[in-house]
C-alpha cells in the first residue's frame, strides 16, 4: 500500500518516487530485459512462461499482457522502462502517450494536441480542482 504523497492530487501523474520503484521493480527489469534480442524472441514465443521468470503481481502482470501502458504506471512501472514493450510491439510514441493519457483519446488526437502546445492546465492541476 502506497503512503500518501501530496503530488498524487495531481490529476494523471504517478511520480516514479521510491515506493513506486520499490513496487515496480521486477515488471521495470523484465522492460529492460527486453534490451536483448534472445529475450525479446522468448516473449513473443511463450509472454507467460517468459514473465513467470520476474515475481510481478497479478495485476502487473495483466498490465504487460493486455497492453495497459497506464495501468503499467499505475502499478509502479517507470515510463522509460515500459515504453520498450510498445517499441516491442512497434507502437508509435503518440500511440502510448494516447493510452497513457487516460482519457481514451486517438493517437491523431494526442498528435493534434501535443502540436497544439500540449494539455490545457485547465483541471489538470489538482484533483480538489475538479470536484
Excluded at 529492460?32 to 522468448?42: E, G, P, V
Aim: one cysteine or more; hydrophobic letters at 30%.
Amino acid at each position: 500500500m502506497r503512503e500518501p504523497r501530496e503530488f498524487d492530487d495531481i490529476p494523471g501523474t504517478y511520480v516514479f518516487d521510491g515506493q513506486r520503484n520499490r513496487e515496480g521493480y521486477h515488471l521495470n527489469m523484465f522492460c529492460k530485459s527486453l534490451d536483448i534480442q534472445s529475450n525479446r524472441d522468448a516473449f513473443r514465443a511463450s509472454p507467460e512462461e517468459y514473465l513467470s521468470k520476474y515475481p510481478m503481481s497479478d495485476e502487473q502482470r495483466r498490465c504487460v499482457l493486455e497492453r495497459d501502458f497506464l495501468g503499467m504506471l499505475r502499478v509502479g512501472g517507470n515510463i522509460y522502462y515500459t515504453w520498450k514493450i510498445a517499441a516491442f510491439d512497434r507502437v508509435s510514441m503518440q500511440a502510448a502517450g494516447a493510452a497513457m493519457s487516460g482519457t481514451g483519446m486517438t493517437e491523431d488526437e494526442f498528435k493534434q494536441m501535443m502540436m497544439e502546445g500540449g494539455r490545457s492546465i485547465e483541471g489538470n492541476r489538482s484533483k480538489k480542482e475538479s470536484n
